[in-house]
């Protein structure tokens, strides 16, 4: 039995890790991380030292108020640690675990894995994420190598040593202009490779506003205001179409034998359950970012320095998480829907969406809505039926769970 010591949150929290920050031996097009570094003091020497390491893993461990621990290693690209540094880690979870079940996820483009990588994620039981957008011609339209090469045929390799060492894995693949239309081909290619467990991330960047530029970036901040949206990034209705492509597939046959992250988590919203991805809960705030130097952001996708909350070793990483200014930043999801979010049939399942894609100004409304309102709604209408079928299902082998079905 683990003993929770009082530097205890009060919730469950999650700290993406940024080890190499946003060192990348890719340069992917629609990246919005690796022009983060111009953010850092510590520009050109983006690597977590030992020590800093062993602070966070004890910190993230006691601050923990669940017996299961689940460590999230990305990027940039967290292989340009190299393994030594993952070893490390292990032995310092093992150290102070105090009882507790650690667990790891590292998120890779797949590029350097080899044998030896292979070998210590089978061994250590990682749960493995690699970055696909689908098929050659669609992967290698923007994920480029430094010398503007496409990177499909080293993902593939390390893929196929991940299958060699029965290493878990699950696919990420961002939806953007390249692929919103050919959501059933990459679908059809990600079973090909293998993947039950899929995840689909939309691309949505902005060219820079001033305050951006000036400190050096091309993307904006998820606080200018409303710019043009750059080109690669998946259309405002693409995104739905995308999904509903996949998901016409998927509940045709694979029901139980693929899973994807949006369609579990919409089930769960029909069920009045919640959970999913934290873009679609209700409130945020719980999903943090630690990068390279210990800094501690309010969420992976507002590294700036407006939105650092702390450093691990200054304060207990409770006293971090559960500060008033994070959990005003999550309750702020809630408390700045527009008008329009809350005549919605399908905000249960939605809620607005992340804040980062709230900024399209509607008439009358003092709050921005998401871009991706029409591609979510056409979604969640388009799925409907099935879901009230699947929750109807689900609670009768399961009994009733609080909550009740909608819309």
């Known amino acids: 039995m683990a003993l929770f010591s009082p530097n205890t949150s ?30 850092y003091e510590t520009r050109g020497r983006t690597r977590m030292s030992m020590e800093t390491l062993e ?20 990027g940039g690209e967290p292989t340009l640690m190299g393994i030594d540094f993952y070893r490390e880690a292990v032995r310092l979870q093992q150290l ?14 797949g590029t350097r894995l080899d044998d030896a990588w292979c070998e210590f994620f089978s061994k250590n039981g990682f749960l493995v994420g690699i970055s696909i957008d689908g098929p050659k011609e669609i992967h290698d339209a923007y994920r480029l190598g430094r010398s503007g090469r496409g990177s499909f045929d080293e993902v593939m390799r390390g893929l196929r040593l991940l299958q060699k060492h029965g290493v878990s894995y699950n696919t990420l693949t961002t939806v953007h202009h390249a692929n919103e239309d050919r959501g059933r081909e990459v679908y ?24 951006a530029r000036q400190a050096g970036l091309k993307l904006a901040s998820p606080d200018d205001p409303e710019s043009a949206v750059m080109p690669w990034s998946v259309s405002s209705t693409g995104f739905g179409r995308f999904l509903k492509d996949v998901f016409d597939v998927w509940i045709k046959r694979d029901v139980g034998k693929v899973f994807v992250q949006h369609f579990d988590g919409a089930l769960a919203s029909w069920l009045g359950i919640g959970g999913g991805a934290c873009v679609f809960a209700e409130t945020c705030g719980h999903n943090l970012a630690i990068e390279h130097d210990g800094s501690i952001y309010a969420c992976d996708h507002y590294v700036y ?19 008033p200014s994070q959990r ?7 408390d700045s829907l527009p008008k329009a979010c809350h005549e919605c049939a ?5 809620n607005g969406d992340c804040p980062k894609h709230r900024f399209v100004r509607l008439p009358d409304e003092t709050h921005p809505q998401s871009y991706l309102c029409r591609s979510l709604k056409s979604f969640f209408k388009h799925i409907d039926p099935a879901m009230r079928t699947m929750a109807e299902d689900w609670r009768r082998r399961n009994g009733t769970p609080q909550g009740a079905l909608k819309p």
């Open 10 to 39: 009060t919730h469950p929290f999650h700290l993406m890790t940024k080890a190499a920050g946003a060192a990348c031996n890719l340069d992917c097009t629609y990246c919005y991380y690796l022009e983060k570094e111009a953010l």
């Open 346 to 350: 399908y905000l249960f399942a939605c």
């Open 188 to 211: 059809k290619f990600l079973k090909k490779c293998g993947s039950r467990y899929l995840q689909f991330i939309p691309i949505i960047e902005r060219e820079a506003g001033p305050c």
């Open 55 to 74: 602070v966070f893993v004890r910190d993230y461990i006691r601050s923990q108020p669940t017996n299961l621990v689940t460590f999230a290693w990305q």
């Open 328 to 334: 005003a930043f999550g309750k702020a999801k809630k």
């Open 96 to 109: 102070y675990s105090d009882g507790r079940e650690i667990e790891n996820a590292f998120q890779t483009n």
């Open 305 to 323: 320095p407006e939105y650092r909350v702390g450093h691990v070793g200054e304060a207990p990483l409770a006293s971090i998480i559960d500060q």
